[in-house]
């Protein structure tokens, strides 16, 4: 969230002034600073001991003060699928595979695209008043939406202690829906950004519950292996969503579609265990 937040942000104060490529440039460079830092970040005590570096792994492990962790033999991927999807578990796997895909490629089939969304819908609509706020207003809606992103974040790992993860990642999630449904026929300047920030803010919330609610539901021995499968799936969806936008056509058929893409997923959450106030399952 923040990283949108600051590209939207320098887009909003440069690009005016400094065009696309200009701007383009300034944002990779700023990815290869982040890249050259990453090279000082030192490696986990778990992962030197996996590959061998024991030596390593205990002088880290005591500078930090923490006990070397216990190393498990690592098994093929193709064990690993067959323990997730072992009668106890296949539900689960199911489940979170629906809510990492849908969500996962709605918010980069949206997000990647917004943009450009925003000046199809503002050319679609004419000259009515809601095209006429895009052409001057767009970089400012951006702004506004993307920056709605953070509250919406915060208040669902706020909320996940409170009432439940599988509530709080349905709740969000049939909200994004929803949102992207008014957005798909909404014509009205108020209504339509009023819309846009509620997508972020339930959008980026159930992110934040999820990120919760996957690795619990699993046991210690593939636990790893269960989150790692999600996401997996999840990066599938992300790369699938920009590449279908452009054969959607319309801003409704776009917004339409996500939605119930959204609506989908949240069916994901019924096949999972509520564990909130609970001992992990080990």
């Known amino acids: 969230a923040y990283g949108w937040l600051i590209a939207v942000g320098l887009a909003y104060l440069l690009l005016n002034s400094i065009g696309w490529l200009l701007y383009g440039i300034l944002l990779s460079i700023i990815s290869l600073l982040f890249g050259i830092i990453g090279l000082w970040v030192e490696e986990s005590p778990r992962y030197?001991?996996?590959?061998?570096r024991k030596d390593e792994a205990i002088k880290l492990a005591e500078k930090y003060g923490v006990p070397l962790p216990e190393i498990r033999p690592r098994i093929s991927m193709f064990e690993g699928l067959k323990k997730l999807f072992a009668l106890d578990y296949k539900k689960v796997t199911i489940g979170l595979w629906m809510l990492w895909f849908?969500?996962?490629?709605?918010?980069?089939?949206?997000?990647?695209?917004y943009p450009k969304l925003l000046v199809q819908r503002g050319a679609e609509l004419g000259y009515q008043s809601l095209s006429l706020y895009l052409s001057k207003h767009r970089l400012d809606y951006l702004l506004i939406t993307t920056f709605a992103q953070i509250p919406g974040y915060y208040s669902a790992a706020y909320l996940v202690d409170k009432i439940g993860r599988r509530k709080v990642l349905f709740t969000y999630m049939v909200f994004t829906g929803i949102a992207a449904f008014v957005l798909a026929g909404i014509k009205d300047v108020e209504l339509f950004i009023l819309a846009g920030i509620t997508l972020s803010f339930f959008d980026l919330g159930a992110w934040a519950a999820l990120y919760t609610?996957?690795?619990?539901?699993?046991?210690?021995?593939?636990?790893?292996?269960?989150?790692?499968?999600?996401?997996?799936?999840?990066?599938?969806g992300g790369i699938i969503g920009p590449y279908i936008v452009p054969?959607?056509?319309?801003?409704?058929?776009?917004?339409?579609?996500?939605?119930?893409?959204?609506?989908?997923?949240?069916?994901?959450?019924?096949?999972?265990?509520?564990?909130?106030?609970?001992?992990?399952?080990?």
């Open 48 to 52: 030197l001991l996996s590959i061998g």
């Open 102 to 113: 849908t969500i996962t490629m709605g918010y980069y089939g949206i997000f990647i695209w």
């Open 213 to 236: 609610y996957t690795p619990e539901q699993y046991p210690t021995n593939i636990r790893v292996m269960g989150t790692a499968w999600a996401s997996t799936i999840g990066r599938l």
């Open 247 to 282: 054969y959607l056509g319309s801003w409704e058929t776009v917004f339409m579609f996500f939605a119930l893409i959204h609506i989908i997923g949240s069916i994901g959450v019924f096949f999972g265990r509520e564990l909130m106030g609970k001992e992990m399952i080990e």
